[in-house]
């Protein structure tokens, strides 16, 4: 028998080496690096060019292709996340942490697919079908045309699908698959690769959408999402805070719709509700004025939404000061801090910083810097900024303000909501349509000067 040479794979990206190390050279994860047996491990077969193939057939880029037919669930969120409703013989990644909420969600798809025509099957790989039922019988669902399957050999569930042909499958979860030809545990990188592309060939072949499930996970031996974001056509990953009801389904590729789409819900005792309008619910805990928080209008996909920054700075007992950042990035908060004290003279030096977004957002847009800055200053001062006002811009080193995109959508939400002013930079497009009174400054030095007094 020829011999089997080693090899592993990290399971965080996938990355496959020949010998194990503690950290993975392409991504940089810790203890993410395991053994896997080799797809084949017989000897090199002859070069795929030496034998002649079937010829492909090509066509030109011209020609007229109709927009794919869509299906529409009625959950508005969920629709507009995926583009707009379900595109036929799609393959779908779902993923996000253990228990927040993919089977909840994915459970009240299935269901809302049903209702909208669509033969559906959700088969679960983790949870029994009594357990299944239990779950849609809290949901209200009980009576959905949803068939369950409570299986995890892929070969099997694969052959019933061919005899089924439904519409759309759910597969929960795919680091639970088993594909029998595969000679790893499920859940290693061979096994959860070799599921998704079965299933993502079966829908390719069979014009059947398949939505799998995909956990993240930190734990070595089971590899997370990520290994299998590449074959499929979208990627939705469900995000969120355990403390928090708030769950945000976020599109991170999508070959049939724009990225970065997002859908807000919230958990509650009969499952998912949707939240039509986020901002109102991210500012509903809102208090009276208080320094260190401030409104920041931020644009989620395709839509504003307003949330709150609340900044802490006290002196630091420690020789290091803290840098603590929730729901924003720590290498951006360094570097507003380090321009407030090389363009603006305010140093954070022997003071601790802590930044938090409400609500359990994630925010990433360059331009809530203005806001950051704003909270900030504000904590550091002591002195609240109008409660009345929205803030957002772009900072650049040289400590210059730059306007963002979408101002107006930005701007005619915050008076959607009830405020009165914005604390912008200059230029942009904004201004005389939305009847916000603007405070905007060409630099953070200026913006110190109208917003706090001298600075
Ligand atoms: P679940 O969908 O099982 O998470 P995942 O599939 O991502 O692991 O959801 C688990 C959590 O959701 C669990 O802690 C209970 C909570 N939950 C509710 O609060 N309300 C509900 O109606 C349901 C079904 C679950
Ligand atoms: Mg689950």
Not at 375 to 380: E, G, I, K, N
Request: overall charge negative; some cysteine.
């Amino acid at each position: 028998m020829a011999k089997s040479s080693k090899s592993f794979a990290c399971t965080e990206c996938g990355n496959v080496t020949s010998k194990w190390s503690g950290r993975c050279e392409a991504c940089g994860s810790w203890n993410t690096i395991v053994e896997e047996t080799p797809l084949s491990s017989g000897p090199a077969k002859k070069s795929l060019g030496a034998s002649r193939g079937r010829a492909v057939s090509l066509t030109d880029l011209g020609g007229v292709e109709s927009p794919p037919p869509r299906t529409s669930c009625g959950l508005d969120e969920l629709d507009r996340v995926l583009g707009g409703g379900l595109v036929p013989a799609s393959a779908i990644l779902v993923g996000g942490d253990p228990g927040i909420g993919k089977s909840t969600l994915l459970l009240q798809a299935a269901a809302a697919f049903a209702g909208a025509g669509l033969k559906v099957i959700y088969a679960s790989g983790e949870e029994a079908s009594a357990q299944v039922r239990m779950r849609a019988r809290r949901l209200g669902l009980a009576q959905a045309s949803v068939q369950l399957a409570a299986e995890t050999n892929l070969r099997d569930i694969l052959t019933t699908l061919e005899t089924e042909a439904p519409d759309l499958v759910v597969i929960d979860s795919i680091q639970t698959m088993w594909a029998d030809n595969v000679d790893s545990a499920p859940g290693s990188v061979a096994q959860v690769r070799a599921a998704a592309h079965e299933l993502t060939q079966f829908a390719k072949r069979r014009n059947t959408s398949v939505v799998m499930v995909g956990h993240v996970t930190k734990e070595g031996q089971i590899a997370g999402p990520r290994v299998v974001e590449h074959m499929v056509d979208t990627v939705l990953y469900f995000e969120g805070d355990r403390g928090h009801q708030f769950r945000i389904l976020r599109s991170v590729k999508n070959r049939f719709g724009p990225a970065d789409e997002i859908g807000v819900f919230e958990m509650t005792g009969q499952g998912l509700a949707q939240v039509p309008n986020p901002s109102a619910l991210f500012l509903s805990e809102r208090g009276d004025p208080s320094p260190g928080s401030v409104v920041f209008a931020g644009i989620e996909g395709t839509r504003p939404v307003l949330c709150e920054l609340q900044a802490l700075v006290a002196p630091s007992p420690h020789s290091q000061p803290r840098r603590s950042v929730v729901g924003w990035d720590g290498g951006r908060l360094s570097m507003i801090l380090a321009v407030l004290e090389a363009r603006c003279g305010i140093p954070f030096a022997g003071l601790d910083v802590y930044l938090n977004v409400a609500g359990g957002l994630k925010i990433s847009e360059p331009a809530a810097d203005l806001a950051v800055a704003a909270a900030l200053l504000s904590a550091r001062e002591d002195v609240a900024v109008p409660a009345e006002s929205v803030v957002f811009g772009e900072i650049s080193l040289s400590g210059a303000l730059r306007p963002v995109g979408q101002t107006e959508n930005r701007l005619k939400e915050a008076q959607k909501l009830g405020f009165t002013s914005a604390i912008t930079p200059k230029g942009g497009k904004a201004g005389e349509t939305s009847g916000l009174s603007l405070t905007q400054s060409g630099d953070l030095a200026a913006f110190v000067g109208e917003v706090f007094g001298a600075g």
